[in-house]
């Protein structure tokens, strides 16, 4: 048993995960959202499948993924999404916009209950009302809206966004749209014959002239709404929206192929016909997958990662690995420890796969915002953390790399509320070179300050609260901490000098105090007195673990702190709702330095075994001896 | 005594207390750009050897704590002492002076930048042509002759002067200015505005229908100064032609005449004359395709040089700039209608330290922790074995 169970527990988590990579199951009788799902449309400057507009959309709008209608039946966001596009009015009863706070709720003369969601036409009696208390909320800095102000925004921009997506692959009010096309193409012969003899001076035909006109201007109020930018037309990024496609149609005379396909599948959906639907849809990924080769292989692929989710498998399997490694401390040590290594293989692997799938999408080095970093400080600490157990196999690096792997990806988690989270990049910002060596390097420094700080923390925690801390235990932290905090040190380093020669190149000083630049040489100049402080002899291996806790304040504030500020040219990802988590956080790493500075002969693991008499403090180790003189503090 | 200095210079606790001290320093720093934007807290906590409370004011002042320049040098004389005092050669300590040798590069490289580079900009509206860059954040009084046909000639009176007040001289003009009033900021109001209760400080030129309020510094990180200032100007030899207001908010110059001479007068962010001109011919701001993301921003200029018989044009777009006789211009911003450019002139003769101390430190850093890390590897092989 002792043998196989690491194994079993492997392959059961393997298991685990491959079943998300099988391909949805499509009965016969339902509308293939999975094929309509990767059919590609620019949004946001960036070509994507519809998949990943619904999943962006309905977190933008409702906070989550999935749809729960008040029948209790859950819907996927692809569901949700077609039937914004096609069936408005029903999609106008969907409780999908969230308003908690109570001044939001008082202004539409409600009361705060345990109802949190609200439909379209509920909130319909009050658009005007909404959009000018947004338009006095949108006239401030961020920083400076009350809470009401930023939820008032918020709701009216869902709002828009909803209403925009309910406009973008036909009017919401049509009903059999590819007969309106038909019509409108057959009548725009006739008005071109007409309008060149008005320019010719010659008698024409108003009423044809007319007929076209009144196409031609409700497509324009079409294009102003269009969220979706479905029709590509010629080379690159030249895509444009179904609106704008018909517009040009006056001039060609003829209805672009995407757009009548849209047309039909979309009067397929209204009246329910799956077959059509699915027969249109195949239409449309058959011509996309001939004229827009690379964009189709790009959102079929990225219609499997939005379906793997491989960043919440992985979340869940660190965790696993977490509890099992702290198992392996209260018995049952090598199957135990072994089982956990693996699982973070499986884990990494996992995540891995998440990482370079974002690299591939967007053709970027891994880091690019505030969400990808936290994705990516997990993923290095990880690495590192496994190296540490791969040397001392004594399921410290184990633990570490679970608890860090899941707090990242938890917190990757909680940033991908404001939408696309492979957006594209702010001018300055559009330069892989840099990107892939600054940034990288200031995020590696920070997975290796974080990994410090967790190394610390499990040994004050097992030291005080545990008798498990054994002499050699505590030896062989103490070596990594001091070893971590020395790669902490060398990237943490390079990435602020390479961010100084980032910012001489591009805006001719090496360093302007920024913000974000603060940070980073604050962890610099926190690891040179952590080195300094050992290499004098003021601290000893409590000390160590004493400071690199307090790296992990210094290095959130860094991450996150500055960011609150919203000031200066890093401010991209500025996040008050995660305010209070970094205070806690912060308090909680105050809280343990406390418990740290307690005297020694209360740890449980340095309490002397043999009741030495009082006033002689003979330290010892709960389970070793220690020779006179090299108390650990 | 000397002994006892020494050991005090060349100490690691002096090392770590420069370190701490400039930890809190920072952090302090950081915070305050809240309040006070990023130019005036780097001005209050970073560039000066003082951190002073109060920050304002001419009365009682107090040093609170160390300011970045003196924790800098403190920092850079304990390198080079202790260095100097324990220097050995051996492989094993060979990463660590590499180390050490780049930081002290770093260091004197900042402390010369803060002291000699000058930052600019230069503001270019499609069609324009300048032959200087300015300083928004510094004021400069433009007394210009403008009697000769051929040329104007300059006398620009810095800030620093006007503010120190008093009567300024000078061999070009045949006259003497008495600063009577300065205003760091200030704002202008007309006399028969209802409810302004102030008098003009000046009875000649427009400046007599105006009053000035002073209040208190923009702190804000896009809000500046306006700076105002009355000045007489008294010739040699005759009576005080009166006085004049002089703002950063009065636009055009101001005409006088003394004896047979025309003079300007005006208020303007100080130049800086370069021996070569720049004209903007084209501004491009693309954005991503349906969104409002900024993609490029680019100036396409013209570069013309007389004395070195240069005549070509430059495209200066973001994360390449133009660098030019000493000179760097950055794409920095623009105007709303997309047709003006906004370049960063940037002079600074030490720009080559930091590249030089990182590559030292670098090397430094992965000698030192390969030879530690070669080490623990071979003594862990030799307990494994």
Redesign the interface.
């Known amino acids: 048993m002792k043998r196989f169970f690491p194994w079993l527990v492997l392959i059961f988590a393997a298991a685990w995960v491959a079943a998300s990579w099988l391909p949805p199951k499509i009965t016969d009788d339902a509308f293939d959202l999975v094929t309509f799902g990767k059919v590609p449309v620019l949004v946001g400057g960036r070509v994507k499948p519809l998949d990943t507009v619904a999943r962006n959309s309905l977190l933008i709008i409702h906070g989550k993924e999935t749809l729960r209608l008040p029948n209790g039946e859950e819907i996927g966001a692809m569901q949700w999404l077609v039937d914004v596009l096609f069936k408005s009015a029903l999609a106008d009863e969907y409780p999908v916009f969230v308003i908690q706070n109570s001044e939001v709720l008082g202004l539409f003369g409600w009361e705060q209950s345990d109802r949190k969601y609200f439909s379209f036409t509920e909130l319909s009696p009050f658009l005007k009302q909404i959009d000018e208390q947004g338009d006095q909320a949108d006239k401030l800095e961020s920083v400076q809206r009350s809470a009401y102000q930023s939820a008032i925004l918020n709701l009216r921009n869902a709002l828009i966004l909803c209403q925009r997506l309910k406009n973008s692959l036909r009017p919401e009010d049509a009903h059999d749209f590819s007969n309106e096309l038909e019509t409108y193409a057959a009548a725009i012969p006739p008005a071109a014959q007409a309008a060149s003899q008005r320019e010719k001076g010659e008698a024409f035909d108003k009423a044809k002239l007319d007929s076209v006109a009144a196409f031609v201007e409700r497509y324009q109020n079409l294009s102003s709404m269009a969220y979706l930018l479905a029709v590509p037309s010629g080379e690159g990024l030249q895509w444009q929206s179904i609106a704008e496609s018909l517009l040009l149609a006056v001039r060609t005379g003829e209805i672009h192929p995407v757009v009548k396909a849209y047309a039909q599948l979309g009067d397929a959906y209204h009246v329910g016909d799956q077959r059509t639907f699915n027969q249109q849809t195949t239409r449309l990924s058959d011509w996309f997958g001939k004229e827009q080769a690379v964009a189709t292989k790009r959102t079929s692929f990225e219609f499997l990662f939005n379906h793997v989710d491989p960043f919440t498998h992985s979340m869940v399997l660190y965790v696993l690995a977490f509890l099992v490694a702290c198992g392996s401390w209260l018995g049952w040590n090598r199957p135990l420890n072994r089982a956990a290594f693996y699982l973070l293989l499986l884990s990494l692997a996992v995540h891995t796969f998440g990482l370079a799938s974002r690299m591939y999408l967007q053709e970027r080095p891994p880091v690019t915002n505030l969400y990808s970093s936290a994705i990516f400080i997990g993923w290095g600490a990880v690495i590192v953390a496994l190296i540490l157990e791969r040397i001392f196999r004594d399921g410290i690096g184990a633990a570490c790399a679970g608890a860090i792997g899941f707090i990242t990806l938890i917190i990757a988690h909680h940033l991908a509320g404001s939408g696309d989270t492979l957006e594209m990049l702010q001018a300055v910002l559009d330069t892989n070179i840099w990107l892939a060596t600054h940034v990288v390097a200031i995020t590696t420094g920070y997975s290796a300050m974080f990994l410090a700080g967790m190394l610390a923390m499990i040994y004050i925690i097992r030291g005080v609260f545990t008798r498990s801390l054994k002499k050699e235990t505590a030896d062989s932290l103490s070596r990594m901490t001091y070893g971590v905090v020395c790669f902490a040190t060398l990237f943490s380093f390079v990435g602020t000098v390479l961010g100084g020669i980032w910012a001489d190149q591009s805006w001719g000083r090496f360093w302007g105090w920024d913000p974000k630049e603060n940070g980073a040489v604050l962890i610099v100049l926190w690891c040179a007195i952590i080195l300094h402080a050992r290499w004098g002899g003021f601290i000893r291996q409590r000390g160590l673990m004493v400071m690199a806790i307090v790296g992990n304040v210094v290095t959130s504030f860094s991450w996150f702190g500055v960011n609150m500020l919203g000031v200066g040219l890093h401010s991209y990802g500025f996040m008050q709702k995660a305010f209070p988590w970094l205070v806690g956080f912060i308090v909680s790493q105050l809280a343990l330095m406390a418990v740290a500075a307690m005297p020694l002969e209360r740890w449980q693991s340095f309490r002397t075994t043999t009741h030495a008499p009082r006033g002689k403090d003979k330290l010892k180790f709960a389970s070793q001896g220690l020779p006179v003189g090299t108390t650990p503090d | 005594m000397l002994r006892k200095l020494i050991a005090i210079i060349t100490s690691?606790?002096l090392?770590?207390i420069c370190?701490?001290a400039?930890?809190v320093l920072?952090?302090a720093?950081?915070?305050a750009?809240?309040h006070l934007?990023?130019w005036e807290?780097?001005q209050r906590y970073?560039q000066g050897f003082f951190v002073w409370w109060p920050a304002e004011g001419r009365g009682f002042r107090v040093p609170v704590f160390p300011g970045g320049h003196l924790i800098g040098a403190v920092l850079l004389v304990n390198l080079v002492a202790a260095h100097a005092k324990r220097f050995q050669w051996a492989w094993r300590k060979f990463g660590i002076h590499l180390i050490h040798a780049g930081l002290i590069i770093?260091l004197a490289g900042?402390l010369f930048?803060d002291l000699f580079?000058i930052?600019s900009h230069m503001r270019l509206t499609q069609g324009d042509t300048r032959n200087y860059s300015e300083d928004p954040r510094r004021m400069e009084l433009a007394v210009i002759d403008t009697s000769n046909p051929e040329f104007d000639q300059v006398t620009a009176i810095p800030e620093a002067l006007l503010r120190r007040g008093g009567s300024i001289e000078h061999k070009s003009l045949p006259f003497r200015l008495v600063v009577r009033h300065f205003y760091q900021n200030s704002r202008l109001h007309m006399v028969n505005e209802s409810g302004v209760t102030l008098q003009p400080i000046a009875n000649q030129g427009p400046g007599a229908q105006v009053v000035v309020e002073s209040v208190p510094r923009a702190t804000g990180?896009n809000d500046r100064d306006l700076v105002s200032a009355a000045v007489e100007i008294i010739p040699a030899k005759s009576a005080s032609l009166g006085t004049w207001l002089v703002s950063d908010a009065l636009g055009a110059p101001q005409t006088f005449s003394n004896g047979d001479r025309t003079w300007q007068l005006v208020m303007r962010p100080a130049r800086y004359y370069k021996p070569y001109s720049v004209t903007l011919q084209k501004f491009t701001h693309e954005?991503?395709?349906?969104?409002e993301?900024?993609?490029?921003?680019a100036s396409k200029v013209t570069l013309i040089d007389p004395e070195k018989n240069v005549n070509r044009n430059v495209l200066v777009y973001?994360?390449h700039?133009l660098r030019y006789r000493g000179e760097?211009y950055?794409q920095?911003g623009f105007e709303k209608d997309d047709r003006t450019s906004i370049l960063?002139?940037?002079r600074?003769p030490s720009?080559i330290a930091?590249?030089i101390?990182?590559i030292v430190?670098?090397a430094g850093?992965?000698v030192q922790?390969g030879y530690?890390l070669v080490g623990?590897s071979r003594r862990?092989r030799a307990v494994i074995a």
Do not use: D, S, W
């Open positions: 690691l606790k090392t770590i370190l701490a400039a930890m920072i952090f720093g950081t915070i750009q809240v934007g990023i807290a780097q970073f770093m900042g930048t580079a930052e990180v954005r991503y395709v349906g969104t993301i900024p993609k490029n921003f973001m994360n700039p760097t950055y920095a960063q002139v940037v600074n720009f930091p590249y101390a990182c430190v670098a850093l992965l922790f530690h623990f862990r």
